[in-house]
């Protein structure tokens, strides 16, 4: 049995935009008759729990949508209901990880985190949820190490960030697309970031396949289990997929589904907890970004035994 959060309020209504935030519903939608799957609700993160990363200036912009630029530095239209859906986001993840603490495995429908910085947003994410969980678990005494692994297509620039001051942190990111202050580079030949200790990044080049993203993985995941990390943070990102407008890789559902398999093979196998998050997806036709998605539930399933 999985317990996977999701909370209808996760959706702040940001209007037509690139970001499909409906996209929490629907595959929770798809989840709802899996008799191996509890949907549960997630408490909301608490100000203490936020305050460990973020800038008290940055949540009180978010919270009163004042200043203006600040409250919607993520690029989304500030509205009253943004802060509750961020609080439940981050709790999301929070949930997931104290799960998998518990079960081994666990998952929130959540995205939105990997951009944001100490005292702004980027690339529509407002807060950090997985360094607020890392923090939380490790402020609690729940886990001394965490690891995060950032599948999503773009690379994660606030998780490096603040993983830098925070030896208890290691981050990994594997990235089709590099980003830099609020700017995505398609072209990840142009390098805009610096690796740290506890932050390394692997590219994966315009055109990578399924062989391709493997073989990268083979060199990355090692790296991660030597520190031996008490619960791991997956970003199982959609937009790496051929049909996404960011995407300049070469990878389908099966080269998808193949990668989560992958990881979740490589947690069992080293027995390390796993939560995982939605993370990006923006192909026009949802239901592909849902698909991906529910891919990685099948993952589970067929890794973990359901
Ligand atoms: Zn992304």
Request: hydrophobic fraction near 45%; glycine fraction near 8%.
């Amino acid at each position: 049995m999985l317990t996977a959060f999701f909370h209808p309020g996760y959706a702040a209504p940001i209007g037509q935009h690139i970001m499909p935030i409906r996209k929490f519903g629907l595959v929770a939608d798809g989840l709802r008759d899996a008799a191996d799957i509890k949907l549960a609700r997630p408490a909301p993160v608490s100000m203490e729990d936020f305050g460990l990363v973020h800038t008290p200036e940055y949540i009180a912009a978010v919270q009163t949508g004042e200043p203006r630029d600040l409250a919607q530095s993520q690029k989304f239209p500030w509205s009253p209901e943004l802060f509750p859906s961020v609080c439940l986001t981050s709790g999301g993840c929070l949930a997931a990880a104290r799960q998998a603490l518990k079960d081994g495995v666990s998952a929130a429908l959540v995205s939105g985190f990997h951009h944001a910085c100490a005292d702004h947003g980027e690339g529509f994410c407002t807060f950090n949820g997985l360094i607020v969980t890392a923090d939380a678990l490790v402020a609690a005494g729940e886990a001394r190490k965490v690891a995060i692994l950032d599948m999503d297509l773009h690379y994660g620039n606030g998780t490096a960030q603040l993983a830098a001051a925070r030896p208890h942190i290691f981050a990994l990111s594997l990235y089709g697309n590099d980003f830099w202050d609020n700017f995505c580079y398609r072209d990840v030949s142009e390098r805009h970031h610096v690796d740290g200790g506890n932050h390394l990044s692997f590219e994966l080049p315009a055109g990578c396949n399924r062989e391709s993203l493997l073989e990268t993985m083979e060199r990355a995941l090692p790296l991660l289990a030597a520190r031996k990390p008490d619960v791991l943070l997956y970003q199982a990102g959609a937009d790496p997929y051929f049909e996404d407008p960011y995407s300049p890789l070469a990878l389908d559902h099966d080269d998808l589904y193949a990668r989560d398999r992958c990881v979740f093979e490589f947690a069992k196998a080293n027995g390390i907890p796993i939560a995982w998050v939605l993370a990006g997806g923006y192909t026009s036709d949802v239901s592909k970004v849902v698909r991906v998605h529910l891919n990685t539930f099948a993952a589970w399933r067929d890794v973990y035994g359901g």
